[in-house]
């Protein structure tokens, strides 16, 4: 079996000097098995080439990559660059743009080969799959779904490819959703949305999409909720095509959905001039709600504040007719020297913890206000 050649190979992989021997020897063992040889290559997660300072010993993954698209297929490199990625943390944009790359490269083999199958099922033979071409193209194999969901989570998790590069490998024809994840990526808000609108018919998705991207200090994000109404509004405006009919009425549920989030004054110029007082009943309902409660707690708080104020003034009376007299027996509480004609300061009662009693307020020369406080502290901390 192979697990005592893994073991004996994968010690040698961190020294440079064992690295073409590793190789030579390594490649039987990917080619025969694949999931198990590619442990050769894959630091683990705890291991001593995932510390930063020896991440050099390792075998360059470019180097991998080359190999193993010479000893394998895509699948054996995707599986590759998914656990190194996932164990290393590696933020090299390369690697992260190859791992897209693979994703396509399997999604459109497979879908290559998925077609003309389902066409066969349906029509009894190979040929003549010209009229079963587009349905075949939107029912994909259970292996498509999956690779669509790993490329998915993938652009939306990584931050390290590159979005502008990317873009050009997703047209407007296919692989929609995931042109939207990669439109997200270089704040190109509008057309996204309108990929969920209306190309895949997802308004849920779409509403998805402006809770993840709403960020009221970004001057890109603040207005997400915005372009998703310009895009039900003004569908022809937003995707130069025609693809239906402008859908008001979920704008003005949007509007009086998430209002607060949105400049609705900006909002009301985007609906129609024609449109009715009763169409606009939703959005006043719920500004009006929204005004009543806010309403309420004004009033409440401005209560609050009149009884904090009202507490506040009573005792700043009270303290302005207390006052303290000086005579020349008035000694300073912390030198114990006679006050006289120096300035001074008076301590309140409950600031005390160094006097023999603490109902007695402290006066000290001001002078030896330094050295009170701290005798203060340290009895406090005692």
Known sequence: GPDGTIRYLKKLTPDREYQELVIKYAEWVVKDYPAKGLEIFTPDPKGEVNNAAERGTEIPPRLVLKLLKNWCGPEIVVAYLEKYLRNTKNTNSMLHNELIYLYLELIRKTQAVDAPQKATRRTGRVGDIKDEKTRAATELSEQVKVLRAKLISFLKASRYYKPEIMLARFPETELLEERAVVLSRLKEHIEALAIYVWDLKQEDKAKEYCAMHYNPKDSRDRDVYLYLMEVLINPTEVTGRDVGE??????????????????????????????????????????????KTRTRRNQVMKSLYRSEN???????????????????????????RRIGNAPFLRYP?????VTRDDEEEAIIHYACAEGYAAMLQARTKL
């Open 310 to 336: 009202l507490r506040i003034r009573s005792e700043y009376v009270k303290t302005r007719k207390k006052f303290v007299r000086i005579d020349n027996l008035t000694k300073c509480s912390h030198c114990e």
């Open 246 to 291: 402008a859908r008001v009425d979920s704008a003005i549920n949007l509007l009086a959905e998430f209002y607060p989030k949105i400049d609705t004054s900006r909002a009301v110029e985007l609906l129609p001039d024609d449109l009715l007082v009763q169409d606009m009943f939703p959005i006043l309902k719920a500004i009006l709600s929204n005004n």
């Open 349 to 353: 009662p409950k600031k005390l913890t």
